[in-house]
């Protein structure tokens, strides 16, 4: 079924998608409609992954598709760390099972078959985490071009993935209310199509199917009464919402969840508008160590007031502090590494319950966004592991980069590095690299000639990024 994106300011409408994603007219955003009153049966018949869902998204023919096996996430029933809390029945969407480990794989597999329907032949990204190494590995996947705006405040571990998946990386502003704002004077200038999911609207649609997902795997009896979402640019509970009222249009769901949204303390406009009953405000200056949920000037932020409220829910904000125990509690008890953003619904979670807000007995789902193992402090853990470990990454390090000069064999390189290590040791680190496709190697004559792989050319350039920045 064919849809039409209409501006939430003036109502005007089109077919396709402008390049920069918002108003050709008023510069507003966009947002996906689709006409349901034929009564027409939907049913979903793919397996479950998110291009299941497609009959309720934007037409894209199989051939331009980009389906990495994104979406279909684990929905887990949390018994340790319910029992933990004092609570029965808290489930976990865990959303770190993605391809690049994050949620933004769903908004980039649909973005970007978008731009390859409709022909355009290069995209722009502004992040500070998530979507930027998503972009750019779907990107990685495609004929499509890509470049990608990262802030001064990014996290090193994200950004490597980034640099492992692209070379067209620069950094503009501070937070990421100023590359976005760089990103949409470069799309215009530069014909670049808008796929920063803040502004995209194709990312509302693909974030639903986390709902549509949930709802497919409950049952009547135990559908959620809440639902708990991190909130940055508003973007994800948004979507959450739109997707279990599209299912509730379509006879699929026969309840509604109430919906809860967190901030941290530090960055929470929505919930500061939520809690004087006002319009959302831009901060600032806003501050958290969670940057997946540093937005100072949220976009989807009325929208998400409107959702909180309509679904009768709440808005709370939660301290860094008690982010970074939700985080160790659930590795702790359900073996899950989350961000800090998702860490933060756990945190909200423990709040709400302390306070008897939520019924021990209700049934609660926590969505788990991203893996906290591209988290700044665990970057910053390894760099402080003991000598012996920094001077294994050294040596492998060194020879990278004489490999890189060009291909050579086991003594001569172990000569290149002024015989300091055993030569054993060399072949040892030989034999790592290879088991990690970073090199190859060949028989010519009666030496083992060792030549760097494209992985590894990727590798040493993000590892040699990463000490410039560190």
């Not at 009153?37 to 894209?60: A, G, H, K, M, V």
């Not at 806003?286 to 808005?315: M, Q, R």
């Amino acid at each position: 079924m064919d849809g039409v994106f209409i501006c939430k300011a003036c109502k005007m409408q089109y077919k396709t998608l402008p390049l920069n994603a918002k108003c050709e007219k008023c510069d507003s955003l966009l947002e996906f409609k689709m006409d349901y009153d034929d009564n027409r049966l939907f049913s979903f018949t793919e397996p479950l992954t998110f291009w299941r869902y497609s009959p309720l998204l934007p037409s894209i023919k199989e051939k331009n598709r980009l389906n990495w096996n994104e979406g279909g996430t684990p929905y887990l029933r949390a018994k340790k760390l319910s029992a933990n809390l004092g609570i029965i029945n808290l489930f976990l969407k865990d959303e770190t099972k993605n391809p690049t480990h994050s949620y933004s794989d769903r908004a980039s597999s649909l973005i970007l078959s978008y731009a390859l329907e409709v022909r355009y032949l290069s995209v722009i990204c502004a992040s500070n985490g998530n979507s930027g190494a998503s972009v750019a590995a779907y990107s990685a996947r495609s004929p499509l071009a890509c470049k990608i705006i990262v802030p001064k405040k990014v996290a090193i571990g994200k950004l490597a993935q980034m640099y492992i998946f692209s070379d067209n990386i620069s950094e503009f502003g501070e937070l990421l209310d100023n590359s976005i704002a760089h990103s949409e004077v470069l799309s215009e200038k530069e014909g670049l199509f808008q796929a920063t999911p803040e502004i995209n609207p194709l990312s509302i649609e693909a974030q639903a199917t986390i709902a549509y997902e949930i709802i497919e795997k409950t049952k009547e009896h135990n559908r959620p009464d809440w639902i708990i979402v991190p909130m940055g640019s508003g973007g994800l509970l948004w979507s959450i919402w739109k997707g279990f009222k599209t299912f509730k249009q379509l006879n699929l769901c026969d309840k509604l969840p109430r919906i809860i949204g967190v901030q941290a303390a530090g960055c929470a406009p929505i919930v500061e508008a939520y809690k004087n009953k006002r319009k959302v405000k831009p901060l600032s200056n806003p501050s958290t160590n969670a940057l997946e949920i540093l937005v100072g000037n949220p976009y989807w932020g009325e929208a998400a007031l409107f959702a909180i409220k309509e679904s009768n829910g709440l808005a709370i904000s939660v301290t860094d502090n008690e982010i970074i125990e939700s985080e160790k509690r659930l590795a702790r008890t359900e073996g899950i590494f989350a961000e800090s953003a998702s860490s933060a619904t756990l945190a909200g979670l423990k709040k709400l319950v302390d306070e008897g807000i939520i019924d021990k007995s209700e049934n609660i789902v926590c969505l788990i966004t991203g893996s906290g193992l591209k988290e700044p402090y665990i970057i910053r853990a390894l760099s402080e592991r003991p000598k012996i470990m920094g001077q294994r990454v050294s040596t492998k390090l060194e020879i990278l980069r004489i490999l890189e000069i060009d291909a050579s064999y086991g003594y001569a390189i172990w000569q290149s590095l002024g015989s300091r290590k055993s030569i054993q040791s060399i072949y040892q680190h030989l034999n790592e690299l290879e088991s990690k496709a970073l090199i190859k190697s060949k028989q010519v004559k009666n030496k083992k000639i060792f030549e760097i792989t494209v992985r590894g050319q990727k590798v040493l350039s993000a590892l040699e990024t990463l000490v410039d920045l560190l």
